[in-house]
C-alpha cells in the first residue's frame, strides 16, 4: 500500500509538473506527462534543454482552461492531501506508518514533535492541503490575484514550517520519515510553482 502511494505520488508530481513546462513552450502536455510521470525530474531536465516551439496562440491560457497554472497547483495539493491523509489515519487510529525498508517512520510518529497539542502534525497537513486546494481551484476559475497571493503565502509558511520539522528530524529526531519528506517535497513545489505563477502573474487574467 505504502509503495503504491509513494509510486501514485511521483507519478503525479512530476507529470503534471512536466505537462505544465511542456504547455508553456508549446509541446504536447499528454505526451510529457506520461514521460514526467516515468521518468520523474529527467523529464523536466529534458525540457529545460529542448528549444521552447512557437505557439501561434500568444495570449494566457483563458480561465478554466486545463493549460492554466491553476490546475497544477490543484494537482500538487491533492498530492500532499493524499500524503497528509494517510498519515493522519494512521497516527489518529493509534498506528505508526510504516517506511518498509527506509525505516525512520516509526521513531519520527513516536517523538514528541509529532504531535502538537495531542493533535498529530499530519491533520494540520490535511487541512493547509485542503485550504490550498480550495485557493487554487477558486484562482482557477475566478482569476483572482487575492486568491493568487493566499496561496503563495500560505504555501511559503508551510514550507518554512516544514523546514524547522526537518531540522528536528535530522538534529533532534536523529530521524527522516519518508511520507513527511514527501509532503515537504510536494509543499515546496507548490511554493515554487505559486511564486514562479506570482512573479509573472501580468501575463494571467487576474483581478484584484
Known amino acids: 500500500m505504502e509503495v503504491l502511494v509513494v509510486v501514485l505520488a511521483w507519478f503525479v508530481l512530476f507529470g503534471l509538473a512536466s505537462a505544465f513546462v511542456a504547455g508553456r513552450r508549446g509541446r504536447d502536455q499528454l505526451t510529457w506527462l506520461i514521460a514526467g510521470g516515468v521518468s520523474g525530474p529527467f523529464a523536466l531536465i529534458a525540457l529545460a534543454a529542448l528549444p521552447a516551439v512557437a505557439d501561434p496562440a500568444t495570449g494566457p491560457p483563458p480561465l478554466g482552461s486545463l493549460r492554466h497554472p491553476g490546475i497544477l497547483l490543484a494537482?500538487?495539493?491533492l498530492v500532499g492531501l493524499a500524503i497528509a491523509s494517510y498519515l493522519s489515519t494512521v497516527e489518529l487510529g493509534g498506528g505508526l506508518p510504516a517506511c518498509g525498508p527506509l525505516q525512520g517512520c516509526e521513531q519520527v510518529a513516536r517523538s514528541d514533535y509529532a504531535r502538537i497539542g495531542g493533535v498529530p502534525v499530519a491533520v494540520g497537513g490535511?487541512?493547509?492541503s485542503?485550504?490550498?486546494?480550495s485557493l487554487a481551484l477558486?484562482?482557477?476559475r475566478t482569476g483572482s490575484v487575492t486568491l493568487l497571493a493566499a496561496h503563495y503565502g500560505l504555501s511559503l509558511a508551510?514550507?518554512?514550517?516544514e523546514?524547522?520539522?526537518?531540522?528536528?528530524?535530522?538534529?533532534v529526531i536523529h530521524a527522516v520519515c519518508v511520507w513527511c519528506a514527501s509532503y515537504g517535497v510536494s509543499l515546496l513545489a507548490r511554493?515554487?510553482?505559486a511564486l514562479w505563477v506570482w512573479v509573472h502573474r501580468d501575463r494571467y487574467r487576474v483581478t484584484g
Open 75 to 77: 494537482g500538487l495539493d
Open 126 to 128: 490535511v487541512v493547509l
Open 130 to 133: 485542503l485550504v490550498l486546494l
Open 138 to 140: 477558486a484562482w482557477w
Open 158 to 161: 508551510g514550507v518554512v514550517f
Open 163 to 171: 523546514g524547522y520539522f526537518t531540522y528536528l528530524e535530522l538534529f
Open 191 to 193: 511554493f515554487l510553482v
